[in-house]
């Protein structure tokens, strides 16, 4: 069970990184946070040019890395399971140049989820070996990086 500290609702910066809030999920953070980055994709981004998106990809991974870190330090944890930003950021690149839709949305939840949760390599060695927000950051991007490759590799053949 995910025990989130209390700083989430009273820190602005916990608060986003973990994902407004949703990190405090008790179960299931990562997929909690994970749906919550649906929100946003659906009502805004998935109907933003590509280089728009990019660049809020962009701009959000940076923002993130520090986001993470400074979290990750003053709770004295690394990559505390409610720390969900990462996720938030890895799921938005696996819907870049997506077609519009919910049952996109929904497909690349679930692609993103997978990798995620089954961290093939390089997700797993990042998520070891490279430290700080970076490294908490990294991983969600490489396993964003896979279910972007399938989810453009089924759009492709559908």
Known sequence: MNRAPSSVWR????F????????AAPWAPGTVGTAAAVIPYLLWFQYWSAGWFLLLIVVTF???VWLCEKTSED???HDHSGIVWDEFVGYWLTMLLAP????????GF????FFDVLKPWPVK???RRVAGGFGIM??????GIYAWIILQVIVRLY
Do not use: M
């Open 138 to 143: 990294v991983d969600d991007l490489l396993a």
């Open 11 to 14: 820190n602005p910066i916990h």
């Open 110 to 113: 679930v692609l993103f989820r």
């Open 62 to 64: 940076v923002v993130g």
């Open 75 to 77: 709770l004295g944890v």
């Open 100 to 107: 519009q839709g919910w049952e996109w949305a929904l497909v």
């Open 125 to 127: 060695w990042a998520d």
């Open 16 to 23: 986003l990184a973990f994902g407004l809030g949703s990190g």
